[in-house]
C-alpha cells in the first residue's frame, strides 16, 4: 500500500535514554511498524559519513557550554567567597604606626628652662594585633616605645618610654552575643544554598530547551520529508495525467490541476526548509558551540527521528506530590525566607542602645634607653588601668524602627511568594499533565484518521484511474491524506514538547536523561574555563 512508503516519516522509532522510554500501546507500536527499514524516506542524502548527534550529546554540549548557563555558574562560586568574607570579620587583624615630631617653642616659658627657646624631638611608633570574637567583644593587644630629646632641663634625655596594654571593649546591647554577630555568616552560608538550588533551576532549564530544539528539529526534517513524498505523489499523478491526455482520456483542465497542485507542495517545501535552518540555529544557540558571527551555511546538524515512543503518566496526585517536593525554585525560596528571617533579626537589634563595657591595662616604662624602659614595662614599673561603660543611642530610633518593619514586610512577601511558587508549580504540572494525556489521545486520534485517509485516497485514485470521478476529487482526497499526515506528525512532537514540559516540572527529567545532582552540582564548584569554551577562547583577551 502507499502508506507503506510515506509513514516511516512519521513513526520511525528511535533508541532512546533506556529510562526514558516506557511500554506504550500495542497499536501504536504496531502502526509505526508498518514500514521496514529498507523504505525508510530522509531528508538528506545517504552519506554514511554524516555523523548523527545524538540527543545525549547535545546535552551534554549545552550543559558546558551555553551561555546563560556559563553566566550563572558564578553566582554559587560568588555566594561561597560572601562566606568567607564574613568568616574573615573573626580573623586577627595586625596594625602599626610609626610617627616623628620636632617642636621649637616661640620663646621660654618657664625660668627652669635653661634656653631662651627650647626644643625637642620626639619618635613614636605602636605595633599589635585585635580580634572580634562572636560574642561581639573586640580584644587588643599592642605595645608601644618612644623617644624624646630636648635642649632644656630634663631628668632624662634622651627619654624612652615604653608600654605594652590589653584593652576590651564588649557591647552588652546592641550588637552583643553570638546570635548577632554570627547572623551575617549564616546569612551567607544561606545564601550560598539558595544559589546552589537558582543554579539547579537553570540547569533544568537548559536541559529541557535542549531537549525540545532538538525534537524541534528532528519534527521540521520529518515535516520536510513528508513535503517531499507529497511532492513525489503529485509529480506522479501529473505524470499520468499529462499520458491520459496524451491518449485523450481527460481534458487539459485536469494537467493543469495537477501542476497547480505540484507548485503548491513545492512552495510548501520552500518554507519546511526555513523552518529547518530556523530549528537548526535555535539548537546552536542553546549548545552554545557555534557563533552566529561566522559563516554557517555548510555547518549541517542532522539529529535522530522524531520519537512516537511516549514514557507512560503517572497519576497527577503523584505529579504534583513530586512537583513540590523536588522543586529547586521553591527550595531556593525557602533559602530566601531563612534571609529575610536573619535580617529581620538584625533590624530588630539595631532598635537597642549601643552599651559597651570598656576596660583595659597598661604596663609603663621609663629610662634613657629602649631596652630598659622596655623592661620596666614588664617589670610593671608602672600601670594604667580604666574600666567603664559607654551608652550611644539615636533620639527616638526612627531609623532603626523603619528598617524593623521593612524586614517584617519583606519576610511575609518572600512566605507569599514561596506559597504562590507552589501554586504555580502545582497548577503547571497539573496542566501540563492533561497536555501530555490530551497529545497521546490525539496521536492515537489523527493515527486512525491517517489509515482512514489514505484508504479514501487509494479508493479514489482508483476510481479516478476507472473514470468514475473527477480530478479534482482525487485532489481533495490527496489534500486530506496530506492534511492527516501533517496532524499526526503535529501530535506527536506537540505530545514530545508537552511531555519534556512535564517532566521538566516534576523533575524526572534529570534522572531520564541519566542525570543526578551529584555530578552536576560540580558545574557551580569552579568558575567556567573561557579558554576553551567554543566560542569564548579570546573572551580574557578582550
Known amino acids: 500500500m502507499f502508506l507503506r512508503n510515506l509513514i516511516p516519516t512519521l513513526c520511525l522509532v528511535i533508541l532512546v535514554h533506556s529510562s526514558a522510554v516506557a511500554d506504550v500501546s500495542t497499536e501504536i507500536a504496531n502502526f509505526a511498524g508498518l514500514a521496514g527499514a529498507e523504505n525508510l524516506p530522509t531528508t538528506l542524502e545517504a552519506n554514511d559519513e554524516i555523523e548523527i548527534l545524538q540527543l545525549e550529546q547535545a546535552i551534554d554540549l549545552a550543559l558546558a557550554n551555553n551561555l546563560g548557563l556559563t553566566t550563572a555558574r558564578y553566582r554559587p562560586i560568588n555566594a561561597r567567597d560572601s562566606i568567607l568574607i564574613e568568616e574573615a570579620e573573626f580573623d586577627p587583624s595586625l596594625f602599626g604606626s610609626t610617627s616623628l615630631q620636632e617642636q621649637r617653642a616661640a620663646a621660654s616659658a618657664s625660668a627652669l628652662d635653661n634656653v631662651d627657646a627650647p626644643e625637642s624631638k620626639s619618635r613614636q611608633g605602636r605595633i599589635g594585633v585585635d580580634k572580634r570574637f562572636s560574642t561581639g567583644a573586640t580584644v587588643t593587644l599592642d605595645t608601644d616605645l618612644g623617644r624624646r630629646t630636648t635642649n632644656n632641663n630634663a631628668a632624662r634625655n634622651p627619654d624612652y618610654t615604653s608600654g605594652v596594654g590589653l584593652s576590651l571593649r564588649q557591647p552588652l546591647m546592641r550588637g552583643s552575643w553570638s546570635r548577632i554577630n554570627l547572623a551575617p555568616l549564616a546569612r551567607a552560608r544561606i545564601t550560598a544554598d539558595q544559589s ?57 483542465l485536469e494537467v493543469l490541476q495537477a501542476e497547480t497542485e505540484l507548485v503548491n507542495q513545492q512552495e510548501d517545501l520552500i518554507q519546511a526548509e526555513q523552518t529547518i535552518d530556523d530549528a537548526e540555529d ?43 517536593r523536588s522543586d529547586a525554585d521553591a527550595l531556593a525560596q525557602e533559602r530566601a525566607i531563612e534571609v529575610q528571617r536573619i535580617n529581620k533579626i538584625l533590624a530588630q537589634d539595631a532598635t537597642r542602645p549601643n552599651l559597651d563595657l570598656v576596660g583595659g591595662v597598661d604596663y609603663l616604662g621609663r629610662d634613657d634607653d629602649g631596652r630598659s624602659a622596655y623592661r620596666g614595662a614588664y617589670q610593671g614599673d608602672g600601670y594604667n588601668w580604666n574600666v567603664g561603660v559607654e551608652l550611644r543611642m539615636p533620639w527616638g530610633f526612627r531609623e532603626a524602627r523603619a528598617r524593623t518593619r521593612q524586614a517584617e514586610r519583606n519576610l511575609e512577601r518572600e512566605k507569599i511568594t514561596l506559597y504562590d511558587i507552589k501554586q504555580q508549580k502545582a497548577l503547571a504540572a497539573r496542566n501540563a499533565w492533561r497536555t501530555t494525556r490530551t497529545g497521546l489521545q490525539r496521536i492515537e486520534v489523527t493515527r486512525q484518521a491517517l489509515v482512514l485517509n489514505e484508504e479514501a485516497f487509494e479508493q479514489e485514485r ?3 484511474g476507472s473514470g468514475l470521478v473527477a480530478y479534482r476529487q482525487v485532489l481533495e482526497a490527496q489534500r486530506d491524506f496530506d492534511r492527516a499526515r501533517s ?10 514538547r508537552a511531555s519534556i514540559r512535564l517532566s521538566r516540572v516534576d523533575g524526572t527529567i534529570l534522572d531520564r536523561n541519566g542525570f543526578a545532582w551529584q555530578n552536576l552540582d560540580s558545574l557551580g564548584q569552579e568558575a567556567p574555563n573561557l579558554s576553551s569554551h567554543p566560542i569564548l577562547q579570546d573572551l580574557r583577551n578582550n
Not at 206 to 219: D, G, H, K, S
Not at 227 to 247: F, G, M, P, Q
Not at 487 to 496: C, F, Q, R
Open 196 to 252: 546552589v538550588f537558582e543554579l539547579r533551576s537553570e540547569i533544568l532549564d537548559v536541559i529541557a530547551e535542549t531537549e525540545i530544539a532538538y525534537w524541534n528539529l528532528a519534527f521540521a526534517r520529518a515535516d520536510a520529508a513528508l513535503i517531499n513524498s507529497s511532492i513525489e505523489l503529485a509529480e506522479t499523478l501529473l505524470e499520468e495525467n499529462r499520458e491520459r491526455k496524451r491518449l485523450g482520456l481527460v481534458t487539459a
Open 282 to 324: 535555535a539548537l546552536r544557540r542553546i549548545m552554545g558551540t557555534a557563533s552566529f558571527l561566522e559563516d554557517l551555511d555548510d555547518d549541517q546538524i542532522v539529529v535522530q527521528a522524531l520519537p512516537v515512543t511516549m514514557a507512560a503518566l503517572r497519576p497527577m496526585p503523584e505529579v504534583v506530590q513530586d512537583t513540590i
Open 462 to 464: 482508483a476510481r479516478y
Open 487 to 496: 496532524n499526526y506528525l503535529s501530535a506527536i512532537i506537540d505530545t514530545t
